[in-house]
C-alpha cells in the first residue's frame, strides 16, 4: 500500500488531454513539493517535475504539473503514442522522515 | 553530460550477500546527495538509502541493518552491499542523484538522474 494514491490505469486517444491524480496527507502533498516521473517500458523512471510545476530541460510543454492542497496532478495535452509509460508522483513525507513515491499510473494512448 | 551505470546485480541464494556498484561521469559524487531506488517485479518505486555529501546515511526500514550505502571518492563510485538478502528483495536497484531543497517548512526531494537498472534474484 503506497503512501500516495495514484488510480492504476488511464487511458485517452492520440490528440487528446489526459491527467493523472496524486492524493496524500498533510505530512507528506500538504506541505512539500512534489515530484513526477515517467517511466517508458523496459527504462529506468526519467523526472518530469520537481517543486510541484517546475520542468527539467528537454520536457515538453504539453506536460504540465500542478498542485493543491492535499493533491496534485499531472496533465498531458496532444497525446502520442510515445507518452504509453508508467508515472509516478514522489514528494517527502514530514511524518515518516522518507521519501514516498505513489503506486504508479499506466497511461494507455488508444 | 551526467550518466550514472550500475553493475554488480544477479542470482543470489536467500541469506547471501550482493554489492551494486554505481559509477558516475559528468558530476562529483561526493559532492551530490546518492540515493538507491528498487522497483520489484511488477511494483513500484521504493527508497531504500540515500548517503549525504557529509557522508551521513539513511535507510528506510525494510533494509536498515542488511544493507550499507557507502561510496569511493577517488572512483565517483556509489555502492549498495546487501546482506541476509530475502526474497522480497529481488528487484531493480537503480542508483540516482537525490536533490534535496528546504524552503522554511517546506521541503522538496527528487531524483534528477537515475542509473538503468541493476536487477537483484535471490531465489528460495
Known amino acids: 500500500q503506497s503512501v500516495l494514491t495514484q488510480p492504476p490505469s488511464v487511458s485517452a486517444a492520440p490528440g487528446q488531454k489526459v491527467t493523472i491524480s496524486c492524493s496524500g496527507s498533510s505530512s507528506n502533498i500538504g506541505n512539500n513539493h512534489v515530484s513526477w516521473y515517467q517511466q517508458l517500458p523496459g527504462t529506468a523512471p526519467k523526472l518530469l517535475f520537481y517543486e510541484n510545476n517546475k520542468r527539467p530541460s528537454g520536457i515538453p510543454d504539453r506536460f504540465s504539473g500542478s498542485k493543491s492542497g492535499t493533491s496534485a496532478t499531472l496533465g498531458i495535452t496532444g497525446l502520442q503514442t510515445g507518452d504509453e509509460a508508467d508515472y509516478y508522483c514522489?514528494?517527502?513525507?514530514?511524518?515518516?522522515?522518507?521519501?514516498?513515491f505513489g503506486g504508479g499510473t499506466k497511461l494507455t494512448v488508444l | 553530460e551526467v550518466q550514472l551505470v550500475e553493475s554488480g546485480g544477479g542470482l543470489v541464494q536467500r541469506g547471501g550477500s550482493l554489492r551494486l556498484s554505481c559509477a558516475a561521469s559528468g558530476f562529483i559524487v561526493s559532492s551530490n546527495y546518492m540515493s538507491w531506488v528498487r522497483q520489484a517485479p511488477g511494483k513500484g518505486l521504493e527508497w531504500v538509502s540515500v548517503?549525504?555529501?557529509?557522508?551521513?546515511?539513511y535507510y528506510s526500514d525494510s533494509v536498515r541493518g542488511r544493507f550499507t550505502i557507502s561510496r569511493d571518492d577517488s572512483k565517483n563510485t556509489l555502492y549498495l552491499q546487501m546482506d541476509s538478502l530475502r526474497s522480497e528483495d529481488t528487484a531493480v536497484y537503480y542508483c540516482a542523484r537525490r536533490v534535496a531543497v528546504v524552503q522554511g517548512v517546506t521541503k522538496s526531494v527528487y531524483f534528477d538522474y537515475w542509473g538503468q537498472g541493476a536487477l537483484v534474484t535471490v531465489s528460495s
Open positions: 548517503i549525504y555529501s557529509g557522508g551521513d546515511t
Open positions: 514522489g514528494t517527502w513525507d514530514s511524518s515518516l522522515s522518507d521519501v514516498v
